[in-house]
């Protein structure tokens, strides 16, 4: 009942945004606005579908169907949602390799984690700071470096990636970075953290690669 009562405000959201999106009198910004709009309306009613997700994730009963993904795109758009959300916030994001880099998962998985590390290190960027993402290949993956100048508070350091771990956040579930590690992990990734009042986060999310096609 409550997946129901949820979609329906979502769906009309998302005809709305489709209304205002067939407008030829938006600018170029606004129409990426809305663009931002009707994805992040998607992405939530995907959520809804897959709300037991987590739950065979925990019990070990997740049935993962992974595919070749290209890591940079995903990471565009879910850059593109994010600056959507928080306006002015500067999210830069630097690949080693040209070519577009591909990994082996599930679309709405990798979509997941990486807004909610994405949307967490903007939230604790101090003002007047920037978010950096970082994208390479390593021996036994493809990772990707999320970094802010915002240190996380000493008494959640040990367990980041814990269950219902927060710090600071009136309206904060601590779900997040937990449903990060374990989205990554069911694909057969890594996640790690490191931060210092000096020196600022860095989370680091490795997934398998996907496999170079044959010829």
């Known amino acids: 009942m409550t997946r129901h009562d949820i979609k329906n405000p979502l769906n009309a959201l ?19 606005t809305v ?12 959520l809804i579908d897959h709300s037991q997700a987590l739950y065979r994730m925990e ?10 993904l290209d890591l940079s795109a995903l990471l565009a758009r879910v850059v593109a949602e994010t600056r959507a959300a928080f306006g002015s916030l500067p999210i830069h994001v630097h ?20 807004s909610n590390l994405i949307r967490n290190a903007a939230e604790a960027s101090p003002i007047g700071s920037e978010v950096s993402i970082e994208i390479e290949t390593e021996s036994d993956g ?34 997040g970075t937990y449903s990060a590690r374990l989205m990554t992990e069911t694909q057969g990734g890594r996640i790690a ?11 680091t999310v490795t997934l398998p690669a ?3 096609a044959n010829g």
Request: include cysteine.
């Open 193 to 203: 953290m490191r931060t210092s009042d000096e020196a600022g986060t860095q989370i």
């Open 142 to 175: 493809i990772s990707v470096h999320i970094y802010n100048d915002g240190a996380v508070p000493e008494p959640i350091r040990d367990t980041f990636f814990d269950k219902y771990v927060t710090h600071g956040k009136t309206c904060g579930t601590g779900i």
């Open 59 to 68: 019990s070990g009963t997740y049935q993962l169907e992974p595919v070749d």
């Open 35 to 46: 663009e931002a709009m009707q994805e992040s309306a998607r992405f939530v009613l995907d």
């Open 95 to 114: 690949q080693a390799a040209p070519v577009p880099l591909r990994v082996r998962g599930e679309e709405l998985l990798c979509h997941t984690l990486f």
């Open 14 to 32: 998302l005809a709305l945004a489709q209304d205002l999106a067939t407008g030829d009198n938006l600018l170029p910004a606004q129409r990426e």
């Open 210 to 212: 996907a496999q170079p």
